[in-house]
C-alpha cells in the first residue's frame, strides 16, 4: 500500500501517530493441531506474520492449507494450540466487535430485514444515529430501496453486500473476509471485488482476505501471504506493488500470477 | 339400488380430464372436489354392495347393512346439529385441546431451547424424553382419570402430554441444527446471554418450532378424541361413545367427519403462522416446491447419482 493513505484519519485508539504504518496485526509462532484417533493433525505450523493498519492482506492457498483456520484464530473464533496473536498490542482472547467477520456463507439473518440486519452491531445506539449510520451504509452498497426486503427477496450478491454493510456499519478496525465472493457466480464476483476494493479505499480499515482464487489476490492485496497444506505454512509473502486499478494485461500482472502459480504448485501452462 | 353414484362418478371422472386442460388456479379447486365426490360415491356403492339379505327363522327377510351410508349419516347427525349438542361438544373438545396444547409449549419451548443450547443440559435431559416418548398418551388415561377424576382436567393433561413430546423434541432438533455462521455472527456483534437468544436462537428456530407445533396440534386432535371417549362425559369422542352405546352408528360416523373437518381447519390455523415475515424464510413456497418437482421430473424422474 502507498503511503497516501494517510489523508484518511486514524482511528483514536491507534497510539501511533504514524498510523498508515503501525502494525495492527501480530501473529507469533502460531500451531495449530487436531487430535485424532492415534495421532496429531497439524493445522498449521509455525505461522508468523504481521499485518499494518490499514493493509489489504490476502491469504491465498488451496483447500486444507489452514487459510481459515489461521483467519478464524486471528480473529478469535478459535485458540491457536501454541503461539500468540496480538491485535493492537492486545492479546486475541475472543471476537470483538471492532474486528468484524464477512463469511462465504453471508451469515445475515433471514429472519430480519435488510435495515435490521445492518443495525444488528447498533442495536445499544440512540434510533436517530442508528438511521444516519444504517441508511448511509445501505446506500454505500447500493441498496438504497431494499431497506424492508428480507433476505429470502434477495440474490446472493446483494446478501454479501447486507453483510459487508453490517461489517461497516460498526466502523471496524479489521474486517476479516473468509472466501466472502466464493458463493457467487463469477459476474458478481468480479463487480464485488470492485466494490470491497473501492469502500477499502475509502474507509482504509484493515482487511484480512481468505482466497483460492489467484486473480482475485492479484486484483485486492497490497501483499499476499501463499500459503501450502499438509502442514499449513506461510509459503511466501509476495508484496504487490501495482496501484490500483489493477491493469490485468500488463506484463507486470502476468509475471506476478506466473509466480503466485509456481509458489502454489500448480503451472497454469495447458 | 341407486343411480347417483354412478351419475357422481362420471362427472368426477369429467372434473378430472377438464382439470388436465384448465391452467392455473382451477386443478387446485377441481381435484380435491372431484376426489371428494367420487370418495362420497364410492362410500355409498360399498354400502350398498355390502349389505345383504338374511332369512330369519320365522322365514322373513332382514336386509342388514353393515355401515351407514352418506345420506343416513346426514340423517343421523340432524338432532345433534339442531340441538346444538354438536356445537357444544365440538367447543369444549376444542377447548381442551386449546388449554393442553398451551400449556404443554410454554413448558416444551423454553425447555427445548435450553437442551438445545447447552450440550450438558441435553445429555442430562434428552434420554428421559426419549423414553417417555414413545409411551402413547391413551396409555396415560387410567392415571389421568385416577389423578383428575371424570373432568376437564383429566382430557387437559392428557393433551398437554401428549403435544409436549413433538414440541420439545421439534425445539432441541430446531435450536441444535442453526447453523455455525448464524452463531458466530452474533457472537462477532457482542450479543450474549437473553439477547443471543431473543435475536438469534429464538428466531432461527423458529421454523422448526412452528412444524413441531402444528405437528404436536395434529396429535393433540387425535389424542383428545381417545380422551373424551373415557376420561370426560362431553365432546365429540364422548359424542362417538355415546352413539355407539345407543348402537346409532349413523351418528358414530356422523361424529368422525365433524372431527376430520375440525381437524382441517386447526391445521390450516396452525399453518397461517408460517406466513409471518420473520419465518417465511424457512418454508419454501408452495410454488416453488412445486417448480422444483417438475424439474426432477422433466429431468427423467429420480436421478442416480450414485451410479
Known amino acids: ?270 | 339400488m341407486s343411480l347417483w353414484p354412478y351419475v357422481v362418478l362420471t362427472l368426477a371422472a369429467v372434473v378430472f380430464v377438464l382439470a388436465r386442460h384448465l391452467g392455473d388456479p382451477w386443478p387446485k379447486v377441481l381435484l380435491p372436489v372431484g376426489t371428494a365426490a367420487a370418495f362420497v360415491a364410492g362410500w355409498h356403492l360399498t354400502c350398498e354392495w355390502l349389505a345383504y339379505d338374511l332369512k330369519q327363522l320365522d322365514g322373513t327377510m332382514r336386509h342388514i347393512e353393515l355401515f351407514p351410508t352418506p345420506y343416513q349419516t346426514l340423517v343421523g347427525m340432524e338432532r345433534p346439529i339442531v340441538d346444538g349438542t354438536l356445537l357444544r361438544y365440538a367447543v369444549a373438545s376444542v377447548y381442551r385441546v386449546a388449554v393442553g396444547f398451551t400449556i404443554a409449549a410454554l413448558l416444551a419451548i423454553p425447555i427445548g431451547l435450553l437442551a438445545g443450547w447447552h450440550l450438558r443440559a441435553f445429555q442430562a435431559i434428552n434420554p428421559l424424553i426419549q423414553a417417555l416418548r414413545p409411551i402413547s398418551p391413551i396409555a396415560w388415561i387410567p392415571l389421568a382419570v385416577l389423578w383428575f377424576g371424570v373432568k376437564d382436567s383429566s382430557a387437559v393433561f392428557l393433551i398437554a402430554l401428549a403435544s409436549f413430546f413433538p414440541i420439545v423434541t421439534g425445539t432441541i432438533a430446531g435450536v441444535r441444527s442453526i447453523p455455525l455462521v448464524y452463531v458466530r455472527s452474533a457472537q462477532n456483534f457482542g450479543l450474549e446471554g437473553f439477547e443471543l437468544f431473543r435475536r438469534v436462537v429464538l428466531p432461527a428456530a423458529m421454523p422448526q418450532i412452528l412444524i413441531s407445533l402444528r405437528i404436536a396440534l395434529g396429535i393433540a386432535w387425535m389424542v383428545i378424541v381417545a380422551a373424551e371417549m373415557i376420561a370426560v362425559d362431553s365432546g365429540l369422542g364422548y359424542l362417538i361413545m355415546d352413539a355407539r352405546n345407543a348402537s346409532n352408528y349413523d351418528r358414530v360416523v356422523g361424529a368422525m367427519i365433524a372431527i376430520g373437518l375440525i381437524g382441517v381447519g386447526l391445521d390450516y390455523g396452525m399453518r397461517q403462522l408460517e406466513t409471518f415475515d420473520e419465518v417465511r424464510w424457512g418454508f419454501p413456497k408452495e410454488s416453488e416446491a412445486v417448480r422444483n418437482w417438475n424439474i426432477r421430473v422433466a429431468i427423467g424422474g429420480s436421478v442416480r447419482l450414485d451410479k
Open chain 1, 1 to 270: 500500500m502507498s503511503s497516501k493513505a494517510s489523508v484518511q484519519p486514524s482511528p483514536p485508539h491507534a497510539a501511533s501517530s504514524a498510523a498508515a504504518t503501525a502494525t495492527k496485526i501480530v501473529v507469533r509462532a502460531v500451531n495449530k493441531t487436531f487430535a485424532r484417533k492415534n495421532d496429531e493433525l497439524v493445522v498449521l505450523q509455525d505461522v508468523n506474520l504481521d499485518v499494518a493498519e490499514g493493509e489489504f492482506v490476502c491469504l491465498l492457498g488451496p483447500s486444507g492449507c489452514g487459510k481459515s483456520t489461521l483467519l478464524n484464530i486471528i480473529g478469535g473464533f478459535d485458540a491457536p494450540t501454541t503461539g500468540t496473536v496480538e491485535i493492537d498490542g492486545e492479546p486475541v482472547r475472543g471476537p470483538n466487535p471492532r474486528r468484524v467477520f464477512v463469511f462465504q456463507e453471508y451469515g445475515i439473518f433471514p429472519w430480519a430485514s435488510v435495515w435490521d440486519n445492518v443495525a444488528l452491531g447498533l442495536r445499544d445506539r440512540p434510533k436517530d444515529e442508528q438511521h444516519r449510520i444504517v441508511d448511509h451504509y445501505i446506500e454505500l452498497v447500493g441498496l438504497k430501496g431494499f431497506e424492508r426486503a428480507y433476505p429470502a427477496e434477495i440474490s446472493g450478491g446483494m446478501k454479501q453486500r447486507v453483510a459487508v454493510a453490517r461489517a461497516l456499519a460498526v466502523s471496524p478496525d479489521v474486517i476479516f473476509m473468509d472466501e466472502p465472493l466464493g458463493a457467487l457466480d463469477s459476474l458478481t464476483r468480479l463487480s464485488m471485488r470492485a466494490e470491497i476494493l473501492r469502500i477499502w479505499q475509502q474507509e482504509r480499515m484493515t482487511i484480512l482476505f481468505v482466497t483460492h482464487d489467484v486473480d482475485e489476490a492479484l486484483q485486492l492485496a497490497d501483499r499476499i501471504v501463499v500459503m501450502s497444506p499438509r502442514p499449513g505454512r506461510i509459503a511466501e509473502i509476495v508484496p504487490v506493488e501495482m496501484s490500483h486499478p489493477r491493469d490485468v494485461g500488463t506484463a507486470e500482472y502476468g509475471d506476478a500470477k506466473n509466480r503466485l502459480y509456481e509458489l502454489l504448485g500448480v503451472s497454469h501452462q495447458f
